[in-house]
């Protein structure tokens, strides 16, 4: 039987560094290699590769601004930057522009490197069965919003696909409501982007295999600020930007970050929580396993009135059933293509 192999770009002005990377690889992947980005554009319109990997700091071309432009030439490639730097912005600049799936921090060792490819190609096939998950999608992934859910479902394994899902379940629960379109809108692109700050959480804190101690949760619970900061310049998304910042608030009061109870909580932003929370309950994390669908839902209706609001409690009693059913189908039928 013949072993494809995947096929990776590697760019990096410096032919020390270019040859190690090309030594690494070469055993397990096609590679073309080159010191310039410019002439790699020029490659990637006659030749179709599935990863790219670029250094950071380049005298022809920046990094960020050649993976941005190879997004034109070769929009399914999974991009990844090799970087010194590991500065927020810099790497919110590359997750905007450059639509990276994940930065490379150097000096880096081989079986690091190995393993980021390996999960690169792993979450290539992955993000295509992730696709269609839900059905009446308006096209809302162009630009800064696709790229940033791209990152954020790359993160790790358990967030992979998870804002889609949180979605699904949240707009399932649209017409239980009667939600104007504008609301739905809202509601959509809530559920997409509710844990985008989880990209400014270290991975070591997030991929732990054990439980997490108080200091590392209180690192976890500062998503909600750091998805704010990511999101607040687009203008377009500050309604939205309202609902992110309090889906993590309890009915009781006793949510964070700003304790807000009751009524103060944005109803959005509390339908979120519960598609969250039960999303959350039955995926497996490093440290255990998901949640029975029935114990996860013993959970929420023992919170009604505490950690969530009854009414949505109530809604979500009534679509979970027939939500899981379109999802089984989803899968059935991917497994199917596959």
Same mark, same amino acid.
């Given at each position: 039987m013949e072993i494809i192999k995947y096929k990776v770009l590697l760019v990096d002005d410096e032919e020390d560094n270019l040859s190690l990377l090309y030594r690494t690889l070469r055993q397990d992947y096609d590679i073309i290699k080159t010191t310039s980005p410019?002439?790699?554009?020029?490659?990637?319109?006659?030749?179709?590769? =599935?990863? /790219?990997?670029?250094?950071? %700091?380049?005298p022809e071309l920046d990094g960020v601004e050649f993976l941005k432009k190879t997004c034109d030439i070769c929009p399914k490639a999974v991009r990844l930057l090799v970087t010194a730097y590991s500065d927020t912005n810099i790497l919110i600049d590359a997750i905007n522009y450059g639509k990276i799936y994940r930065y490379i921090k150097k000096p880096w060792e081989p079986v690091e490197l190995l393993m980021t490819i390996k999960t690169a190609v792993e979450y290539s096939k992955l993000k295509k069965e992730n696709e269609v998950l839900i059905h009446d999608l308006k096209d809302l992934f162009a630009g800064t919003i696709g790229?940033?859910?791209?990152?954020?479902?790359?993160? =790790?394994?358990f967030t992979l696909g998870r804002s889609r899902r949180v979605t699904f379940l949240s707009?399932?629960? !649209?017409?239980?409501?009667?939600? #104007?379109m504008?609301? *739905?809108? @809202?509601?959509?692109?809530?559920?997409?982007?509710h844990d985008i700050g989880m990209i400014g959480v270290p991975e070591d804190v997030l991929n732990k295999t054990g439980r997490l101690s108080e200091e590392e949760y209180e690192i976890v619970k500062k998503h909600v600020n750091h998805g704010v900061k /990511?999101?607040?310049?687009?203008?377009?998304?500050?309604?939205? !930007?309202? /609902?992110?910042?309090?889906?993590?608030?309890?009915?009781?009061?006793?949510?964070?970050?700003?304790?807000l109870k009751g009524d103060e909580i944005p109803f959005n932003a509390k339908i979120i929580a519960i598609a969250d929370a039960y999303d959350g309950m039955v995926s497996e994390r490093s440290y255990r396993e998901g949640l029975s669908h029935e114990d996860a839902m013993k %959970?929420?209706?023992?919170? #009604?009135? %505490?950690?969530? =609001?009854? !009414?949505?409690? @109530?809604a979500f009693?009534? $679509? !979970?059933?027939?939500?899981?059913?379109?999802?089984?189908?989803?899968? $059935?039928? *991917?497994?199917?293509?596959?």
């Open positions: 410019l002439a790699a554009l020029e490659i990637l319109k006659n030749e179709s590769v =599935d990863i /790219i990997i670029s250094d950071h %700091k380049m790229a940033i859910i791209e990152a954020l479902d790359a993160k =790790d394994s707009l399932k629960m !649209v017409n239980y409501f009667d939600l #104007s504008r609301e *739905m809108g @809202k509601l959509e692109l809530a559920g997409l982007l /990511i999101l607040e310049d687009i203008k377009q998304l500050k309604d939205v !930007v309202e /609902i992110i910042k309090f889906h993590h608030e309890r009915f009781d009061g006793k949510g964070y970050p700003y304790g %959970k929420i209706t023992d919170q #009604s009135g %505490k950690q969530f =609001d009854p !009414v949505v409690v @109530k009693q009534s $679509i !979970v059933s027939e939500a899981l059913a379109e999802i089984k189908e989803f899968e $059935i039928q *991917m497994a199917e293509v596959v």
